[in-house]
């Protein structure tokens, strides 16, 4: 590790950022140097410019991928080498607005349902009963489940938080089925070994399968069981204060978005199409 990767890991430990964060922003500031095969401390605002432009107009990126490697840019430049100067003059674009992928309740049942092992099913359910992210139900432990006061007790989520999510009755059942079968511990859904969680990529390639085994045309991962979590909620009545606190956001704006893809206001709503006096086509030509 070079000295200024480890001065960059220090300062985000020192901000109490996520390893898995960490990791991500290092390594985005890794290949900045090795686009431009130079140390990245002396590189400046046209390298950053430059390469920025690369990952957009080459790489094609997504908005996601740019938006990841721009705060990790920001933050080497602005906190590990304290350059105000160098990221601030490169513009930021505006972020495209799109909605996620919400399953209906008869989808999210038959997606459910589509795996046969008990594990897989019974950690699907878990992220989708709770509206958990993936991290945050792989990382779930035996100790979590408050069946006393019907709670699942979420370790350091998203911001280094916790927080509690209700238990499901139907959910409970589940997992003391689960844990009569396999009889895990400590974590809840153990890896290969049992005393270090299901890695990320696993989970990942659980959800595929069981979108393969539903046969559902939908582009499904890991957040659109919380997605439609926070959605079903929603359009049962659920105040948007009590999702934010359920789903862990630290900003009120990132719950209200779920208010553009309820369909219960749409479907309650009538058109001016339905209105129209005599209805074009209703009348047949002469």
Known sequence: MTPLRRRMTEDMTLRNRAPRTIRAYTGDVAD??????????????????????????????SWDVYRQARLALRFFYTVTLGREWVVARVACPKAPKKLPVVLSTDEMARFLDALKNPKHRALLMTAYACGLRLSEVARLRVEDIDSARMVIHVRQGKGQKDRDVML???????????????????FLFPGRTPDRPVSVRTVQMVCQHALAASGLGKHVHMHTLRHSF??????SGTDLRTIQVLLGHRSFSSTARYLHITTAALKSTRSPFDGLEPAPGGETQP
Not at 168 to 186: E, N, Q, T
């Open 32 to 61: 900045f140097a090795r686009y431009f095969h130079a140390p990245p401390d002396r590189l400046g605002p046209e390298h950053v410019r430059s390469y920025l432009l690369h990952l957009l107009q080459e790489r094609q990126a």
């Open 168 to 186: 499901s009755p139907r959910l409970l059942a589940v997992l003391r089925d689960y844990w009569k079968l396999r009889r895990p511990g400590p």
């Open 230 to 235: 926070a959605t079903h909620l929603l359009e």
